[in-house]
């Protein structure tokens, strides 16, 4: 493990985050509000640090290649100093002056999680709304990939990085070079977030909502300008183009790039696409029945809210239209499983993801189907592919990963103090990079009252979810620090 390539990549990274927030600097002028020296401090801080790092720790000439190990370093580093510079404009304007509430809340925003501590989000600057709503669409392709992207002109190989932050058990090429495919990754998803904006406007939005709103729902964020969220605007059509684009944000963005290229035929005939579209209408069938039966007088109504709420939740999203915490029993344990299911790997969303899922359904029935015939030879397929069986043991491990990692949090923060629902509610909500839970962390409220441990730990648990576990656990082992 060698030290200085890694802090130059850092250097290059935090640099590179450190302008991100111009952005926001010139919304903050634009409308003269008092967060405009919070962002000059900020950019110069952050990018300063950076620059210090990239040039202190700079090579020799030919550049810098990274190893698998250096990666997963940098991957993780990269996600925890994020969260750390980019909480300094909440800490410097003042709107959390605290550390641990400014790391929780721009840590839910690069993980994409959607959990806040902020009460009255409403009474904020327009700059910090939109750094707030930046985080989340930044860290929604991922920062790593979009440095992916630029890092190559400054001489850092990037394989290993978008190998590393990729969400999901996704192949890592669409062409065939790495910053050509972040590029195109990121094409693509620049594209969709036009479409959406431009369809929001239409449905009466502000431009300043629209934006912010539309690089949220392409993040599966969640994150919203209004204390009520979507339910702000009462719009069925607003509903409705919401939910179009969280689904598109929870297909696997590979999938995107192939309809836009002309290959109509892989997009339709994917396993994990049928399936992860399948849990959604039966979902939705699910609760819409039963929110019929019990909250709504009209189906159509009922509907609605049902489809909402179900693709809000499946793809991580945690934007609401109702207070789903009143809803039926029923119909809270379905939307606690699909905060467990999440969406499609390559996607931007969180979760087990549906294609682990489908396999491991596939690599059970094969396990019943030998206690019938136990001299039959099957295997495992997805699609037309046979699915190794190392591959089935990293996806079973990392089954397992996640329900023990979601147990012991759980357990952890009810040591706290927290009552059962608010423990297990959390925890779910922030490892799947969902947001919004039940207990005292439900849709009409913020994690503003768990302590501040528990703060720690979720954030934690958003990193660990983001980055899919692997990545931050294999940092524990001691052979890793080992040359």
């Given at each position: 493990m060698k030290a200085k390539p890694v802090l130059y990549t850092l250097g290059a990274f935090l640099f590179i985050l450190g302008l991100t927030m111009l952005v926001?600097?010139?919304?903050?002028?634009?409308?003269?509000?008092?967060?405009?020296?919070?962002?000059?401090?900020?950019?110069?801080?952050?990018?300063?640090?950076g620059g210090a790092l990239y040039f202190a720790c700079r090579p020799p000439e030919g550049g810098v290649v990274l190893t698998h190990r250096e990666g997963f370093l940098i991957v993780s580093a990269g996600w925890i100093f994020a969260s750390f510079f980019g909480g300094l404009p909440y800490m410097i304007h003042g709107a959390?002056?605290?550390?641990?509430?400014?790391y929780f809340e721009t840590m839910s925003g690069f993980t994409t999680t959607g959990a806040t501590v902020i009460n009255k989000i409403e009474a904020l600057p327009h700059g910090i709304l939109l750094w707030r709503s930046m985080t989340q669409w930044l860290g929604g392709m991922g920062i790593i990939v979009l440095s992916v992207a630029i890092l190559p002109f400054l001489?850092?190989?990037?394989?290993?990085?978008?190998?590393?932050?990729?969400?999901?058990p996704v192949k890592d090429k669409l062409l065939p070079r790495i910053a050509e495919t972040a590029r195109s990754l990121w094409i693509v998803y620049i594209i969709i977030t036009i479409a959406g904006f431009i369809l929001l406007l239409f449905g009466g939005m502000s431009a300043f909502d629209a934006?912010?709103?539309?690089?949220?729902?392409?993040?599966?964020?969640?994150?919203?300008?209004?204390?009520?969220s979507i339910a702000w605007f009462n719009s069925p059509y607003i509903d409705t183009v919401f939910i179009v684009f969280m689904l598109l944000a929870g297909i696997n963005f590979t999938l995107h790039y192939q309809v836009l290229t002309g290959n109509f035929h892989s997009f339709f005939r994917n396993s994990e696409l049928r399936f992860f579209l399948g849990t959604v209408l039966v979902a939705t069938a699910l609760i819409t029945v039963d929110l019929r039966l019990n909250v709504f007088a009209e189906i159509g109504k009922a509907f609605r809210y049902a489809l909402f709420q179900t693709s809000s939740i499946?793809?991580?999203?945690?934007?609401?239209?109702?207070?789903?915490?009143?809803?039926?029993?029923?119909?809270?344990?379905?939307?606690?499983?699909?905060?467990?299911?999440g969406c499609s790997a390559g996607s931007t969303g969180g979760g087990i993801k549906c294609v682990?899922?489908?396999?491991?359904?596939?690599?059970?029935?094969r396990e019943l189907y030998h206690l019938i015939h136990p001299h039959a030879v099957t295997q495992v397929k997805l699609g037309q592919e046979t699915v190794p069986q190392d591959v089935m043991k990293s996806i079973w491990g990392f089954f397992a990963l996640y329900i023990g990692l979601a147990i012991l949090a759980t357990i952890l923060m009810s040591a706290l103090g927290l009552d059962m629902m608010t423990s297990f509610a959390s925890v779910a909500a922030t490892i799947g990079n969902i947001g919004p839970g039940l207990g005292l962390v439900h849709p009409a409220s913020t994690y503003s009252e768990v302590p501040a441990l528990g703060k720690w730990i979720l954030s934690c648990c958003m990193l660990i979810g983001?980055?899919?576990?692997?990545?931050?656990?294999?940092?524990l082992i001691p052979e890793f620090w080992k040359n």
């Open positions: 926001p600097l010139a919304c903050a002028l634009f409308y003269g509000e008092a967060d405009v020296w919070s962002f000059i401090l900020s950019v110069g801080i952050t990018s300063g640090t959390l002056p605290a550390l641990t509430d400014a001489g850092i190989g990037g394989r290993q990085l978008f190998r590393a932050e990729l969400p999901g934006v912010n709103h539309i690089f949220c729902a392409m993040a599966t964020g969640g994150f919203s300008t209004k204390d009520s499946i793809t991580t999203t945690g934007f609401v239209t109702d207070n789903f915490a009143r809803w039926p029993a029923f119909s809270q344990i379905i939307l606690v499983i699909l905060m467990f299911i682990r899922l489908l396999l491991i359904l596939k690599d059970s029935y983001r980055l899919e576990i692997y990545t931050v656990l294999v940092l």
